[in-house]
């Protein structure tokens, strides 16, 4: 394979890594050669998923734990320097959301979904970064088109994912002199679990469909492919860009 499209001796970490869009990016990048370093919470899912990466041959490394914990991000990069690796490309690709319009929210809620949509991937690239230099590294962020555009989907989730938006474009710049790239990628509706708690709605499938100029729902390897391709050597000259991975959602005007 071409190296420009290659991953082939290269270290990445991806997180959330046990479903949906985390998995995989996670899978992608093995494929294209990368050894993989991954996390989750839930322990189960990280042990199985390992279990079966290598299984299949590839070089996999899972670690349970939680993104929002301070103490768990420092034994994350710890654990990442004791077996030796320095890292080619970082994934953060965790997120929650609630429902809800925001008057309906407590203030705990907003809190914990800006503690983990947010200043949780602050807080692990500020550790990162030392890892990231060495390798002349490149971030990828996995964010929404709710940063870009009005959805139903909370304000403090679109908040979030807006504030990603500027932090992609702020360290693109910052961290430009280390030769470290970051991106991030804005998907649209994708068939992912949590997706499904209401794309299994009909109507509100429809109304998503009728909005979408590709008339379908992206798959999850779709988007991977996107957020892959920001961390590959071909895309060396790519950096502070948000790429909407959207169907033509952000575009579709009346």
Not at 15 to 24: D, E, F, L, V
Request: proline share 4%; charged share 15%.
């Amino acid at each position: 394979m071409n190296s420009a499209w290659s991953l082939a001796g290269q270290s990445v970490l991806v997180s959330g890594a046990t479903r949906g869009i985390g998995r995989a990016i996670a899978q992608e990048c093995l494929e294209l050669g990368a050894s993989v370093y991954f996390f989750a919470r839930n322990a189960e899912q990280v042990s199985e998923t390992q279990r079966v990466w290598q299984h299949a041959g590839f070089t996999a490394f899972g670690l349970a734990g939680d993104i929002s914990d301070t103490a768990f991000c420092a034994d994350l990069v710890q654990w990442i320097k004791t077996n030796g690796a320095g890292l080619n490309a970082v994934f953060h690709n965790v997120g929650t959301n609630i429902r809800k319009k925001l008057l309906d929210y407590d203030e705990q809620e907003i809190q914990q979904v800006f503690a983990t949509n947010l200043m949780a991937p602050i807080h692990l690239t500020r550790l990162l970064f030392p890892l990231l230099v060495p390798q002349k590294a490149s971030m990828v962020f996995i964010s929404s088109v709710a940063g870009l555009t009005h959805l139903r989907t909370g304000s403090p989730y679109a908040m979030t994912k807006a504030a990603l938006h500027q932090l992609t474009r702020n360290l693109a710049v910052e961290w430009a002199g280390q030769g470290v790239r970051v991106n991030a990628i804005a998907p649209w509706y994708t068939q992912t679990p949590l997706a499904e708690t209401v794309l299994s709605n009909p109507d509100y499938r429809a109304e998503v469909l009728a909005r979408t100029p590709l008339g379908r729902i992206a798959s999850a390897e779709e988007v991977a492919r996107a957020a892959v391709f920001l961390a590959l050597p071909a895309a060396s000259y790519i950096t502070g860009q948000v790429l909407a991975v959207d169907g033509g959602f952000t575009i579709h005007g009346f």
